[in-house]
């Protein structure tokens, strides 16, 4: 086993979440266990959730009487832990490093593997969604989840090459992209770059989960437990900063384009910190993963759960 990645932002998140012996903190997202280490060796108890079967492997060495990991969507954190029973939930949401890392699994389009994406060992596969899907309902997930301006030129062009033969690796479908596009020209940033992103987060239903989770941790934490959430992109960012800013009580005055959020319930978090949290100088210089980290932050109040819409 290679040596563990370096969990972003360790010190924010372990600063907000206040682990010590005696509390029970969920991480929502295990990976290779980082956050999870640094919350055991703050004498927290920890119970982690992976969907990814392979994250096991990481788990080998914690202590079997403060630590539980399940195989399961984090969604359902709530079902495992009991309402009002736990003092912080963590999540660190997108794709882990050791998953990039990993050629087999077919997340990277700088390493060729077979097509598949899936963070668990079962649904459809991102060569199911890139060769199965309309192209219409291919463009909308580029331009939704991969905001790729570029969009429907890319599917159009999926769509009449799959005709000849279905696309079965990464780094095929990334240099088709690719010469979709023109090329790089001097781009910084690889052509496939949003549009991996997109398929990944469409077969993983990513944005989906994230929304259940956060209600999870809601109806999780008990009264003063702390919720702190690391997104990597926009998408999953404004997600969570709509989220605790409705939350908090801080309802969205609405425009023309979005009608305002009618508060459901009492505030049920306080914010910990006004806006993100991101990375140090010091942090960036040994992990340019961190670089578009951000955390943010809020504690329970005592407010009861909000009820969702219908």
């Known amino acids: 086993m290679s040596a563990p990645h370096l969990p972003v932002l360790i010190d924010e998140v372990i600063d907000a979440l206040e682990p010590a012996p005696g509390k029970t903190v969920v991480d929502g997202t295990f ?139 990464t780094l095929e479908l990334a240099e088709f992209i690719e010469k979709t596009l023109g090329g790089r020209r001097g781009a910084k940033v690889h052509p496939a770059t949003r549009s991996f992103q997109a398929i990944r987060i469409a077969v993983n239903e990513e944005l989906a989960e994230l929304e259940a989770g956060l209600v999870a941790a809601e109806r999780a934490l008990k009264s003063g437990g702390r919720l702190c959430v690391v997104t990597f992109h926009s998408l999953e960012d404004r997600i969570v900063k709509s989220f605790l800013t409705v939350r908090a009580g801080r309802t969205p005055a609405g425009s023309r384009h979005a009608p305002p959020v009618e508060a459901a319930g009492a505030p049920s978090f306080q914010l910990l910190f006004k806006g993100a949290r991101t990375a140090s100088a010091a942090e960036l210089a040994a992990n340019p993963r961190a670089r578009s980290a951000k955390l943010r932050a809020a504690v329970r109040t005592d407010a009861a759960v909000w009820r969702e819409a219908a």
Request: charged share 30%; net charge negative.
């Open 31 to 169: 990976g290779a266990g980082g956050y999870t280490r640094a919350l055991l060796g703050a004498g927290a108890t920890v119970i982690a959730f992976d969907r990814d079967p392979s994250a096991a492997r990481y788990a080998d060495g914690l202590p079997a009487d403060r630590f539980r990991l399940v195989e399961s969507r984090f969604s359902g954190l709530d079902d495992v832990t009991g309402p009002g029973a736990v003092d912080g939930v963590v999540f660190d949401i997108g794709v882990s490093s050791m998953q990039l890392d990993e050629a087999e699994r077919g997340f990277s389009f700088m390493r060729d593997g077979p097509l598949d994406m899936r963070m668990a060992a079962d649904g459809q596969t991102a060569a199911d969604l890139v060769n199965g899907a309309e192209p219409a309902e291919l463009a909308r997930i580029l331009f939704v989840y991969g905001e790729e301006r570029e969009s429907r030129r890319i599917a159009r062009a999926i769509a009449r090459r799959r005709e000849e033969a279905p696309f079965t690796r």
